[in-house]
């Protein structure tokens, strides 16, 4: 769709993430299974700019993915861990990866101080939505994307939060202030 086709996508995937930016799942031979990419202030798991783009996609290609791509971008308060994206290996689906790399997910967010986490969830994947709303995320708020629904793939995200700070601790929180 808007990063496609493969032969241009991959490219520019290898080139632009930053592993910082991401917990990763290994099975027991050591292969991967399974990524989460998070955002945090000016950096994600996908760090690509225009001339990124550009690169990969020559400059035409880019002046349309360019405003496609801001549509998606999130600013996030600095206590909210933006959630990039999450990706499970379809051999290991099922087997609880994703449910350990959003465990470890909130965990590296407790430890940098972070009071929530953010993601989206687009309406054609109910299966991550469950396991997200089994995780404690609840739904905040739904953004449409007609008219480019046929360009993104999907008509609408889902936008969730989980809350990292218990609600004794909020109000001890609050009371002090």
């Given at each position: ?176 202030a």
């Amino acid at each position: 769709m808007v990063l496609g086709p493969e032969t241009r996508a991959v490219p520019y995937f290898a080139a632009t993430m930053s592993l910082e930016n991401a917990l990763c799942a290994v099975d027991g031979n050591g292969e991967l299974i399974g990524v989460a990419g998070f955002k945090t202030g000016d950096t994600g798991f996908l760090n690509g700019g225009t001339a990124d783009i550009a690169r990969h996609y020559g400059w035409i290609g880019s002046l349309w993915r360019l405003p496609l791509l801001m549509l998606l971008e999130r600013k996030e308060a600095p206590e909210t861990l933006q959630m990039d994206g999450i990706c499970v290996a379809e051999e290991a689906r099922g087997a609880g990866v994703g449910s350990a790399l959003l465990q470890a997910l909130c965990q590296h967010a407790r430890a940098n101080g972070y009071q929530r986490i953010a993601l989206d969830v687009i309406d054609r994947n109910p299966r991550a939505r469950a396991l997200y709303e089994r995780t404690g995320f609840s739904a905040v708020a739904v953004e449409t994307l007609v008219p480019f629904h046929r360009i993104f793939g999907f008509r609408s995200a889902t936008r969730m939060e989980l809350d990292l700070m218990p609600s004794t601790t909020k109000r001890a929180v609050v009371e002090r202030a």
